[in-house]
């Protein structure tokens, strides 16, 4: 919620587009379940969580999810990436989420994960369109297969509506790095996907940028 207090909205802050700020957000926990949730609204830009597409991490630029994207593709979405043909967009992701790219294109989302537990993983993958999960079991595309999918279309963050969501236990080595990749095929409504882990000892969530290295 975020007009249970006066204190909680900015004032209004003129920025300049392509330009980089720093922002930091902190926040000390004593009881309850801890959450924090920084917001903005703009130009064109209806009051909502901050895009992962519009930051960066500040201490590692190399730090989260590289995002092609393929507006309106004239070819199959395995052809593309078999010709290598270059994405007319690309950027940088700061976690596995994305809201709001369009109606019509098609995307592929890569990284190197790091765990920082040795142990069993669990991922799931939820998107608004046909989607595959694909890992490696190293660092390399080539080792790449399929763990989950989304056979229709999901709502934001629901992880659950198909049982084909959900990949099997995969073992981990802490500090090892691992090729994740996500395809998809976008054409209608509920447009966002969104890729989540169950770590040892943790809880479910989107996989933070932290533990994700860009394909460059």
Do not use: C
């Amino acid at each position: 919620e975020w007009g249970v207090s006066l204190e909680q909205a900015s004032e209004v802050i003129p920025l300049i587009g392509g330009k980089k700020y720093y922002l930091t957000a902190r926040m000390q926990q004593t009881t309850g379940q801890g959450h924090l949730a920084v917001a903005w609204s703009g130009p064109g830009i209806p009051q909502q969580v901050i895009q992962g597409t519009a930051l960066q991490f500040y201490n590692d630029p190399t730090a989260g999810v590289t995002l092609d994207l393929w507006p309106n593709p004239k070819k199959p979405a395995d052809e593309l990436i078999k010709a290598n043909d270059p994405a007319p967009q690309s950027q940088l992701l700061t976690s596995f989420f994305t809201k709001g790219l369009g109606n019509n294109y098609f995307a592929r989302y890569q990284a190197r994960l790091i765990p920082e537990k040795t142990g069993p993983y669990t991922f799931w993958i939820a998107s608004g369109a046909a989607s595959e999960l694909r890992f490696s079991t190293d660092e390399t595309p080539e080792k790449k297969r399929k763990i989950a999918t989304v056979p229709g279309y999901s709502e934001v963050n629901r992880w659950d509506k198909f049982a084909s969501m959900k990949s099997e236990t995969v073992e981990l080595v802490a500090g090892k790095r691992y090729y994740i990749e996500v395809v998809m095929k976008h054409g209608g409504d509920f447009d966002n996907l969104s890729v989540a882990w169950l770590p040892p000892g943790g809880i479910r969530g989107v996989i933070p940028g932290r533990n994700l290295e860009a394909i460059r």
